[in-house]
């Protein structure tokens, strides 16, 4: 109670801290939060937020952190108004039940960071429970939080008192090692909160902070892939002959890779048992959905339905995948492979990266969104964001690139660009890659077959392509060659070279070096 009085929360009605998986679910089911599904998930739905609120995000402007923060992606909050919100949001919690989780982030302990969850909702004290590290009886006995997250969904801000953009906030003090979250119900804003802080604080440790994938093979070899949404990050990473590190957060520091988390939250629109048999098996009591739909006599999930919301979500320990390497931690990584949907069509299935090229593309992350998939969008649009993870950057690009571009050498890694989206045209004309052939591409890679073979160089992305792959056929290696039309391959090469020019002109800072590893637009 004296650790809760220093952050205002003294006239608490009941503490409830680090229950159990069971406690935790009957405290949601008796507070009706949610319901089972019929292998014992509990299913939330979230209300008018079924995913993050990036525009309503705020890093408040501290002296200690002004000079450091990447204002051009992160919006600021002045002190003033965040204590004003603060201090309604403290009153708001009086004499009422909240959930304590105390754990941490970083499955290396020598990185790790203590950390303490406050929920006004038992199912998100579930989520924090299964998505954070679980700490031991005597690491709980004497935790000694670093930085606290507070998240009270029920509290709404007042746009017109609080200088927010809508009832919905995220802001981060990091002066105050404070994080309050207030107006969603979704619990994706606790988790990629935390990221944040972590994306801040580890590289000036030395350690470069990842959104991606991570898993070892038999061999104890790891490997790094890196993608957006609909790129194939959690398929391909979930592979049955490796083992899982972690789906979406690591760090990469002097000892190797290392999980920031204990679990996992996939997306569960079309998910079928065939197709992602370890996720779908993953989805059983301790696990908590979001906004799945469910059949009201049965309790069946409907996984295709995008009823509520086509981000549906599940959330569950990582050691409910079957192989998972517990603890998270892994030596540094033989192959990082960059995943991109290039729906018009003209990147190379699959591509040897240099050092600088390794460094533009991933300041660059690339990947397209389909016609049809928002209004608006007749046809493929490029999509750019910095290290495959913009919105939880609070440091500019640059830093991790540096970071990333260092370990490269030091370590040396293979890196490789693999599309995942079109080939023989752009969407509409041509053909998604075959998911068995990017497969094969990918064990290739990881397993060093591409390393001796010879290669060829894309005149306009100066990208090294290999000439043969096992299992794969040797025409489609090189994207021109699958496309009828080649002028019209050649024009639209040029197009999306046009895309990523201008997109890394925003960025200061790149070296020359760097920036001569782009594409070519010269004739």
């Known amino acids: ?49 079924t995913g993050r609120s990036p525009n309503d995000k705020f890093i408040v402007d501290e002296p200690s952190v002004h000079d450091d923060i990447w204002w051009g992606n992160n919006k600021p909050m002045s002190p003033e108004k965040f ?55 005597d690491e709980l006995r004497y935790h000694e939080p670093e930085f606290t997250v507070i998240a009270a969904p029920g509290f709404k801000a007042l746009p017109e008192l609080d200088g927010t953009n809508s009832e919905a906030f995220i802001i981060i003090s990091f002066e105050k090692k404070l994080i309050i979250i207030g107006g969603s119900f979704y619990a994706g804003e606790i988790k990629k909160s935390v990221f944040s802080i972590m994306n801040y604080l580890m590289p000036k440790k030395g350690v470069l ?92 999930p409907d996984y295709d339905s995008d009823r509520v919301t086509e981000n549906t979500r599940a959330a569950y320990p990582v050691d409910f995948i079957p192989g998972s390497v517990i603890p998270g931690v892994g030596g540094h990584p033989r192959t990082v492979v960059f995943l991109t949907a290039d729906a018009f069509g003209v990147l190379p299935p699959i591509a040897k990266l240099s050092r600088e090229q390794a460094m533009y593309y991933f300041i660059s992350g690339y990947t397209s969104k389909l016609a049809g998939t928002e209004r608006g969008i007749t046809e493929p649009q490029a999509t750019f964001s910095s290290c495959f993870g913009s919105p939880f950057l609070p440091l500019s690009p640059m830093v991790y690139a540096r970071l990333l571009g260092e370990k490269i050498e030091k370590y040396d890694v293979n890196v490789f660009l693999v599309n995942t989206g079109w080939s023989g045209g752009p969407y509409g004309v041509g053909s998604r890659m075959s998911l068995k052939f990017t497969r094969a591409m990918i064990k290739a890679a990881l397993n060093g077959l591409l390393d001796n073979v010879e290669y060829e160089q894309d005149p306009v992305f100066k990208l090294m392509m290999p000439k043969s792959c096992p299992q794969v056929p040797d025409n489609i290696l090189n994207p021109r060659n699958t496309w009828a039309d080649k002028s019209a391959y050649d024009e639209t090469a040029r197009k999306l070279a046009a895309s990523f020019k201008k997109n890394i002109d925003k960025f200061e800072g790149i070296s020359p070096e760097v920036l001569a590893a782009g594409p070519n637009l010269d004739d």
């Open 1 to 49: 109670m004296e650790k809760l009085e220093k952050i205002g929360l003294s006239n608490v009605k009941h503490v409830y801290r680090n229950l159990s998986v069971p406690r935790l679910v009957e405290e949601a089911l008796k507070r009706q939060e949610g319901f089972l599904t019929d292998t014992g998930a509990l299913n939330v739905y979230t209300g008018k937020y």
């Open 209 to 300: 902070s990842m959104h991606c994938s991570a898993n070892m093979g038999e061999d104890k070899s790891t490997a790094l892939f890196f993608g957006l949404s609909g790129t194939g990050k959690t398929t391909l990473s979930a592979d049955p002959d490796r083992m899982l590190i972690g789906d979406d957060e690591h760090g990469w520091s002097e000892d190797g890779i290392f999980n920031f988390e204990g679990g996992c939250y996939a997306k569960c629109i079309n998910l079928t048992e065939e197709r992602e048999p370890q996720i779908y098996r993953a989805i059983k009591f301790g696990a908590v959905l979001e906004n799945v739909v469910i059949d009201e006599e049965t309790r069946k």
């Open 83 to 137: 204590e004003r919100i603060l201090h309604r949001l403290q009153a708001y919690l009086q004499n009422r039940d909240i959930f304590i989780f105390d754990g941490f982030v970083g499955a290396d302990a020598r990185w790790r960071l203590p950390i303490r969850v406050i929920n006004e909702f038992a199912y998100q004290n579930l989520f924090a429970h299964q998505l954070f590290l679980r700490p031991t009886d």
